[in-house]
């Protein structure tokens, strides 16, 4: 048990489908994170949500869609995907200092995506 | 851009052996911080360096950082099959970036 907790663990999905992915963090950190990870690739950096600014990866394209209604959770929407887009996606959080500083990130379990 | 590149990509030992895995990066860092997978699992965190030339030690796990702060490496003594996983490092600058890692396979 990280303190953070992802759903669901494994999702199956059409091109056309409309999906959510949801994180949720217990651990009172003030930033949270969408990773994709991909065989033989490094942890791409998706989305940051940090002492309640958005930070983006400017090559995420747009039919993934972040949403972070409060500093415990985090949700990634999901539209019109592309098989490349199968991947296993980690959400993390940690606690970011005044300096900002990242400090540890605390990963998820993940969701295995699969698009067909 | 920033980039971490992080060898060898995969590493076979005998149980006892010794392994390396090392971390570059093309600039300066703030920190670096390693991370272990194991498989099917989720990374967690291992250790924070931030102090030019700094090493520490976790049991039978070396950590260093550079002298001028642009790599790193973990090194584990006489390997055991708990150790199997891949050991990612991620170099601090403006943003945080992870290395590709390095996937660790033990041979009881």
């Known amino acids: 048990e990280t303190g953070v907790t992802q759903t669901p663990r494994h999702l199956v999905m059409g091109m056309t489908n409309k999906k959510s992915l949801k994180c949720e963090q217990h651990?009172?950190?003030?930033?949270m994170y969408w990773y994709k990870q991909s065989a033989k690739k490094p942890l791409e950096l998706m989305f940051v949500?940090?002492?309640?600014?958005?930070?983006e990866n400017n090559s995420v394209p747009s039919r993934f869609s972040p949403e972070c209604p409060n500093s415990s959770h985090l949700f990634l929407h999901l539209h019109t995907l592309q098989p490349e887009d199968s991947a296993l996606y980690l959400c993390?959080?940690?606690?970011?200092?005044?300096?900002?500083?990242?400090?540890?990130?605390?990963f998820g379990e993940g969701s295995r995506l699969t698009v067909l | 851009g920033q980039q971490v590149m992080q060898i060898p990509q995969y590493q076979h030992v005998q149980e006892g052996e010794d392994f390396t895995t090392y971390c570059n990066s093309s600039?300066?860092?703030?920190?670096i911080q390693w991370y272990k997978q194991r498989p099917g699992g989720h990374p967690v965190f291992l250790i924070q360096l931030v102090k030019s030339g700094e090493v520490k030690k976790q049991k039978r796990l070396t950590f260093q950082f550079g002298e001028a702060k642009k790599n790193s490496s973990l090194h584990i003594t006489a390997t055991q099959t708990t150790d199997v996983g891949t050991y990612f490092c991620?170099?601090?600058?403006?943003?945080?970036?992870f290395g590709a890692g390095t996937r660790l396979t033990v041979k009881p």
């Open positions: 993390a959080s940690s606690q970011v200092a005044s300096g900002g500083n990242t400090g540890e990130l605390f």
């Open positions: 600039t300066t860092l703030s920190n």
């Open positions: 651990l009172g950190h003030n930033a």
């Open positions: 991620a170099g601090r600058r403006n943003d945080m970036r």
């Open positions: 949500y940090s002492l309640e600014e958005r930070v």
